[in-house]
C-alpha cells in the first residue's frame, strides 16, 4: 500500500485492524476512542507507537495484520483509529 489515500486507509483497516479495534478485543484501545488514542500518542509519542505496530505488542502480531504497510501506512492508521 503505498502512498495511501483515506479509502485505502479504510480498506486497510477494516482488512487488518478491525479485527481487535472494532470491538476493544484483547484490550484492543476502539477505533473512534478519541480520549484514549491522543492519551496513547502524547504518552508515547507516534514514532513509539509505529515501532510497537511493526515489531508486535503482547496480544498484537507484528506489523498489525498489515504486512505490506510502511511506517507512514502505521501512522496514518493510528491517526484513522483516534478520530
Do not use: F
Amino acid at each position: 500500500m503505498t502512498s495511501a489515500n483515506a479509502a485505502d486507509i479504510a480498506t486497510s483497516y477494516d482488512n487488518s485492524c478491525a479485527a481487535c479495534h472494532d470491538s476493544g478485543a484483547l484490550n484492543a484501545i476502539k477505533k473512534g476512542d478519541s480520549a484514549k488514542w491522543q492519551q496513547l500518542i502524547k504518552q508515547k509519542s507516534m514514532p513509539t507507537l509505529i515501532n510497537s505496530v511493526k515489531n508486535g505488542m503482547t496480544q498484537m502480531p507484528a506489523g498489525g495484520l498489515c504486512n505490506s504497510c510502511s511506517d507512514d501506512d502505521y501512522r496514518k492508521l493510528i491517526e484513522y483509529m483516534s478520530k
